[in-house]
């Protein structure tokens, strides 16, 4: 009865599920983009491997960035420290210093900003990097002011198509280098992408480019993820003694292991997809409301249907039931819609992210179906349930009369 009812209606029937399939649609897009998202973010980070620790100029709270990563200068570590590190603490393989800048590099009729990282030697061996052709810069030339650069892939094509630019002399600044070698293609890692800049040696950088004697980061590679904690300790107390500092708890840098990335950013992510979910949400109850208003309007519409119907027997739970169960029958339907609807605008959300060759996971939680229907359902017993009362509660007599 209750689906011959939606039957004999049908416009009125889609119009009223439509709230509830926006908002179950809206969830599921959400649930699933905020899952792929949260796969992309982690697959970056997880690519450095989990036996490397970052150290970052600046204070931070334990729960909290670094005052550097919020785009504040801070110049509190320096190549030294870096090769203190290494030097000092046994599990450490090797450190890595940074600088980076964005500079004009120039080639011939080529001219372009690219981002220019002032890096060490041992930058092959902490980023699992390897060089093409040719060959990276040595220990020696980092120290040295040595004007000498290494191209990313995809910075080599870019400036000399199909050439060979080993020996080739570029002007990044007004300064002169000379083109030693060309990374392997490595694609984005931890939201960079190296294939698109340009290698110099540390001092080169600081002196030559940026006039600075500080680093922006400091990376060391573990020899063993178990011993990641220990080097931690080692390195946040050699660089108390190096930068004076008595107390723990006043340091003017910030170390990170991968792990901690990983969780932080987990749980943020997933604060963020179930607030966003919660938002979308409100949507079912908007929806819930329209049910109950068109749930009213075809209990007015029906009075005389219901006062037969009590006339002929009809007790007032068998009413409740029956425009109960309409309400929940729209709901139900509306909700599978929406679920359907909301899983092919994922997949299609997956499928063009994959084909942008980023690490992205088709993710379609069961439990956020069930949950999804579940509510919905839910939704149609509240907002049924009075529009419903209402019927069961008609005085027959005055229901026959009504017109």
Known sequence: MSFKALRSNRVR????????????????????????????????????????IGI????????????????INVKTLTYEDSVALQ??????????AYTQSKQS??????????????????YIKVENSTVSFGEFFTPAE??????????GSKTAKNIFNNSDPIGQKIKIKRETFTIIGVLKERGTVAFQNPDEQIFIPISSAQKLLLGINNVNLIRAKIEDSAGVPAAMDQAAQILRDRHNIRAIGEEDFDIRNQ????????TITSALKFFLAAIAAISLLVGGIGIMNVMYVSVNERTQEIGLRMAMGAKRKDLLKQFLFEAIMVTFIGGAIGIVL?????????????????????????????AGLSFTVAIGLIFGYFPAKKAANLNPIEALRYE
Do not use: C, H
Request: no cysteine.
């Open 56 to 71: 970052m100029p600046g204070a931070a709270k334990k729960d909290g960035p670094p005052a550097s990563a919020m785009g």
């Open 259 to 266: 792990a901690d990335a990983i969780s932080q950013l987990t």
């Open 105 to 122: 590099v120039v080639w011939e009729n080529y001219q372009e900003d690219l981002t220019i990282v002032g890096t060490t030697a041992s």
């Open 142 to 151: 980092e120290r040295s002011l040595a004007r000498v650069a290494v191209l």
């Open 13 to 52: 029937s889609l119009l009223t599920m439509l709230g509830v399939i926006i908002g179950i649609t809206a969830v599921v897009v959400i649930m699933s983009v905020g899952a792929g998202a949260q796969s992309l973010i982690l697959s970056q980070i997880e690519k450095s491997g989990s036996n490397l």
């Open 87 to 96: 030097n000092q603490i046994p599990e450490i393989i090797a450190t890595a």
């Open 342 to 370: 909301g899983i092919g605008l994922s997949f299609l959300v997956a499928v063009v992210a994959q084909y942008l060759s980023y690490a992205w996971k088709f993710s379609i939680s069961p439990l956020a179906i069930f």
